[in-house]
């Protein structure tokens, strides 16, 4: 069982930057791609990055493109996602999540995923 826990989320204004932190226990971190997702009131949660188990290999949302950087540190079972440049249309509820199933084959796809965290809230204000 894999257990996550976000933090790192807040109110900023538009143009701002956050550091979203994900700490892993309960598993092999250093086994599983990583990703972060994101839900908007009254939208479907949507793919924003994903990493693979070395951290060589990324894959981005169009949306987030340029703006977002997600990153690991496999000694510290963590994984991050630097957001700059932020719009108030990223506001949303950010989670991360497990795909225990592989270490290099990225998916944008939720249903991928096996373990999710709680969510931290991420407002961007105009």
């Known amino acids: 069982q894999v257990q996550l826990v976000e933090s790192g989320g807040g109110l900023v204004q538009a143009g701002g930057s956050l550091r979203l932190s994900c700490a892993a226990s309960?598993?092999?971190?250093?086994?599983?791609?990583m990703g972060w997702f994101r839900q908007a009131p009254g939208k479907e949660r949507e793919f924003v990055a994903a990493?693979?188990?070395?951290?060589?290999?990324?894959y981005y949302a169009n949306s987030v493109k340029g703006r977002f950087t997600i990153s690991r540190d496999n000694a510290k079972n963590t994984v991050y996602l630097q957001v700059n440049s932020l719009k108030p249309e990223d506001t949303a509820v950010y989670y991360c999540?497990?795909?225990?199933?592989?270490?290099?084959?990225?998916?944008?796809?939720?249903?991928?995923?096996?373990?999710w965290g709680q969510g931290t809230q991420v407002s961007v204000s105009s």
């Open positions: 309960g598993g092999t971190f250093s086994a599983y791609v």
């Open positions: 999540a497990a795909d225990v199933h592989t270490r290099v084959i990225i998916t944008s796809t939720a249903t991928n995923y096996d373990y």
């Open positions: 990493i693979s188990w070395s951290g060589t290999s990324t």
